[in-house]
């Protein structure tokens, strides 16, 4: 019985979020020749919701690779990705602060998805599910906006913010899971690793 998972994420929110409910897990990084970001490109007319199951079983099946190459011990592989939809246009990684700053005044009091999927590669099983949360952004002021999207803790993030940072302050209401819009919905990811109830 294996002991530990495989991630297949450089994102340390994962990571915590893993600790947080116990899983051993060793990490599953691309290769320096392995264009992990062009996975994450969105195709013409694809929803928000197609787009992350998408993209996710596209990781998982580059990382089920990777293992395969390294030679690797067998253990399950989990990825996740995360994206966030304001109706149906998907907001992705901002390249720079003004592309943040932009995403921001388009958040600024309205209500948008975020959706993030979890996938399981165990033996030649695919497990994979998608979570989804609302969030409703106060009104932001351009002060706001601007001293966010220069901070620096947008650019690694979908929608242009971290709700686990300063961000979460925007926040005015949640719907859903918080786990699941930090990266990791983490009662969807108990169940794919069928975790035991504590």
Known sequence: MNTFVYLASKSPRRQELLRQIGVDFRLLLPDDDEDAEALEA????????????????????AA????ARRGWPPAPVLTADTTVALGGAILGKPADAAQAADMLRRLSGRT??????????????????????RVTFARL??????AYARSGEPLDKAGGYGIQ??????????????????????YETARLLRLPAR
Do not use: W
């Not at 929803?47 to 998982?60: E, F, G, I, N, T």
């Not at 089920?64 to 293992?67: M, N, P, S, T």
């Not at 302050?169 to 919905?185: D, H, N, T, V």
């Open 165 to 186: 940072g300063a961000a979460g302050a925007f926040a005015r209401r949640i719907e859903g899971s918080y786990s699941g819009i930090m990266g990791l919905p983490l």
């Open 64 to 67: 089920v690779a990777r293992l």
């Open 112 to 133: 948008h998805r975020v959706l993030t999927a979890v996938a399981l590669a165990r033996s030649s099983r695919r497990e994979c599910v998608v979570n989804v949360s």
């Open 42 to 61: 969105v195709r013409a007319h694809e929803s928000p919701a197609v787009y992350v199951k998408r993209v996710v079983l596209a990781k998982l099946d």
């Open 141 to 146: 002021t351009r002060a706001q906006i601007d």
